[in-house]
T-cell receptor
Framework: DGGITQSPKYLFRKEGQNVTLSCEQNLNHDAMYWYRQDPGQGLRLIYYSQIVNDFQKGDIAEGYSVSREKKESFPLTVTSAQKNPTAFYLC??????????????FGDGTRLSIL | DAKTTQPPSMDCAEGRAANLPCNHSTISGNEYVYWYRQIHSQGPQYIIHGLKNNETNEMASLIITEDRKSSTLILPHATLRDTAVYYCIVRVASLMKTSYDKVIFGPGTSLSVIP
């Protein structure tokens, strides 16, 4: 079945440590996105990518980094510079079209906590 | 980008229709209305979208007012599995292939389906 796979489901980070969240999709989507969700709130965009080897900052990119070496994969690194990383992280992907009406499809998220 | 306003919570009896309202009074002519839902600790699930005509699929119906300033998502026969947070969002349909597909998720409506 086609879909988006995020791993791990739960992740713990020590102070000063970088951690990488995995996101893989087999939907042949061009665009991929990373969002952060805090308790009781909506989603905020961290980074997005519309094509391999290219990505753009979203609204809250500070303290995060990404890469897009393959169409299927868009890993997110939470660096030690991110002072409040505890959150639920969601990866999404979508087709691109000139009319921009393709819905985004989401993975089941990674919950990151600080030790 | 147009903002949306939704009630924070609603209840619905199992088997009855659930009608979830959304106000988007500042919507512009090229913005679509999308609905997603999120079950606890999972990623958002796409439900339906529309521009100005009413839409129906296997999950729900979307009714958009003639002035497009508000819409209603209808779940015709709510079940306990429909208990979730429902998000109404608007997205710009752009003719620029490389334009940024920004999806703004607010806090949504928490729907509780009651036995």
């Amino acid at each position: 079945d086609g879909g988006i796979t995020q791993s791990p489901k739960y992740l713990f980070r020590k102070e000063g440590q970088n951690v990488t969240l995995s996101c893989e999709q087999n939907l042949n989507h061009d665009a991929m996105y990373w969002y952060r969700q805090d308790p009781g709130q909506g989603l905020r965009l961290i980074y997005y990518s519309q094509i391999v080897n290219d990505f753009q900052k979203g609204d809250i990119a500070e303290g995060y980094s990404v890469s897009r070496e393959k169409k299927e994969s868009f890993p997110l690194t939470v660096t030690s510079a991110q002072k409040n990383p505890t959150a639920f992280y969601l990866c999404a992907s979508s087709h691109l079209s000139r009319r921009m009406e393709q819905p985004q499809h989401f993975g089941d998220g990674t919950r990151l906590s600080i030790l | 980008d147009a903002k949306t306003t939704q009630p924070p919570s609603m209840d619905c009896a199992e088997g009855r229709a659930a009608n979830l309202p959304c106000n988007h009074s500042t919507i512009s002519g090229n913005e679509y209305v999308y609905w997603y839902r999120q079950i606890h600790s999972q990623g958002p699930q796409y439900i339906i979208h529309g521009l100005k005509n009413n839409e129906t699929n296997e999950m729900a119906s979307l009714i958009i007012t003639e002035d497009r300033k508000s819409s209603t998502l209808i779940l015709p026969h709510a079940t306990l599995r429909d208990t979730a947070v429902y998000y109404c969002i608007v997205r710009v349909a752009s003719l620029m292939k490389t334009s940024y597909d920004k999806v703004i998720f607010g806090p949504g409506t928490s729907l509780s389906v009651i036995p």
